[in-house]
T-cell receptor, first 114, second 112 residues
Framework: AQSVSQHNHHVILSEAASLELGCNYSYGGTVNLFWYVQYPGQHLQLLLKYFSGDPLVKGIKGFEAEFIKSKFSFNLRKPSVQWSDTAEYFCAVRHSGGYQKVTFGIGTKLQVIP | NAGVTQTPKFQVLKTGQSMTLQCAQDMNHNSMYWYRQDPGMGLRLIYYSASEGTTDKGEVPNGYNVSRLNKREFSLRLESAAPSQTSVYFC???????????FGPGTRLLVL
């Protein structure tokens, strides 16, 4: 069974600091990769996704992620975080093809201090 | 478009009681899902429905049943609630073209 590992469970940053959240997955085949964000008290929203092509994917609100196939990684980055980025971030992986079951990581809570 | 809607938003049950969580989507998506979210465990798939008329078990199906009533609606039933089912439940749907999941606002369930 595929699994998704998010190594940082709780990250605290000051505003304007750079962010990188790690995500590794276990499946060796072709995958679709996602990052979702959950702001306090809200439901999950799609931040960005990778299906194919350019491994550097840009999402909403200045976030980007890089797919490194050799490392089975899909790390999320933002050059300069804002207080409004305080949220929980989930990495998710789906086998390409077949039914649409998606495996989520356990999430990383990001707290940005003004 | 309302997207994905869920009812109720919050529910308190006593052990042994039953209830049904309702979910509907107006995006004409084929696939729908039920997840539970628990601290430190992320989202775990309970059941999913790849298309109208089909349902399949996810990672944690025990204690739950589902019904895909039509293309729009996918309900989750707890026949005999247990304290271990205290959680936040999210319904989601997905579009095969975009393959992203759209989530509802969630139902907070407390089982005493």
């Amino acid at each position: 069974a595929q699994s998704v590992s998010q190594h940082n469970h709780h990250v605290i940053l000051s505003e304007a600091a750079s962010l990188e959240l790690g995500c590794n997955y276990s499946y060796g085949g072709t995958v679709n990769l996602f990052w979702y964000v959950q702001y306090p008290g809200q439901h999950l929203q799609l931040l960005l996704k990778y299906f194919s092509g350019d491994p550097l994917v840009k999402g909403i609100k200045g976030f980007e992620a890089e797919f490194i196939k050799s490392k089975f990684s899909f790390n999320l980055r933002k050059p300069s975080v804002q207080w409004s980025d305080t949220a929980e971030y989930f990495c998710a992986v789906r086998h390409s093809g077949g039914y649409q079951k998606v495996t989520f990581g356990i999430g990383t809570k990001l707290q940005v201090i003004p | 478009n309302a997207g994905v809607t869920q009812t109720p938003k919050f529910q308190v049950l006593k052990t042994g009681q039953s209830m049904t969580l309702q979910c509907a989507q107006d995006m004409n998506h084929n696939s729908m899902y039920w997840y539970r979210q628990d601290p430190g465990m992320g989202l775990r798939l309970i059941y999913y429905s790849a298309s109208e008329g089909t349902t399949d078990k996810g990672e944690v199906p025990n204690g739950y049943n589902v019904s895909r009533l039509n293309k729009r609606e996918f309900s989750l039933r707890l026949e005999s609630a247990a304290p271990s089912q205290t959680s936040v439940y999210f319904c989601a749907s997905s579009n095969p073209q975009t393959e992203a999941q759209y989530f509802g606002p969630g139902t907070r369930l407390l089982v005493l």
